[in-house]
């Protein structure tokens, strides 16, 4: 089967809401420090392309896995579960964007929040890819949503 840009496999919800939400909490703080240095357009701009390039992922997964899955309702109930869910975890991703960008403090604050929420999930795949299935950097791994919600906090 060809190559994809998103891990569409029921065993990897997590990860996908992770990739895609990490991604739209790195582009809101990219263009929160465009507002503070520009305008709201660029900050706009910002989240405009993040949203394309996960859309462009979506759309290319969605092609390729489709291509590979046999014929039969299971298959499309299963295509459509796993695009409802990466188009949720979009949804969401925007949002904590949009609100860590252009948001006053306390909604910038709910904005991290979210991302500091996908960023174990990132973080463990990132963990486990570079150095294994090792007990003591997955053992830290639940510590690190919250300390990043106190240091959004700070």
Do not use: C, E
């Not at 895609?20 to 701009?45: E, I, K, N, T, Y």
Request: aromatic share 4%.
């Amino acid at each position: 089967m060809p190559r994809v840009l998103l891990p569409f496999n029921q065993y990897y919800v997590a990860m996908l809401v992770s990739l895609l939400g990490f991604g739209a909490a790195l582009a809101g703080l990219a263009a929160r420090r465009l507002v503070a240095r520009r305008d709201r357009r660029s900050a706009l701009q910002v989240i405009g392309g993040m949203l394309l390039v996960q859309l462009i992922a979506l759309a290319q997964t969605v092609a390729v896995v489709q291509g590979g899955l046999r014929q039969g309702t299971d298959s499309r109930i299963y295509l459509v579960g796993i695009t409802g869910i990466v188009l949720l975890a979009m949804l969401i991703g925007l949002l904590a964007s949009v609100l860590i960008a252009l948001a006053p403090a306390p909604g910038a604050l709910l904005g991290l929040t979210l991302g500091a929420l996908t960023v174990t999930w990132w973080a463990s795949t990132l963990v486990a890819a570079i150095v294994g299935q090792d007990a003591l950097a997955l053992g830290v791994q639940p510590l690190l949503a919250p300390v990043l919600v106190g240091i959004a906090i700070a």
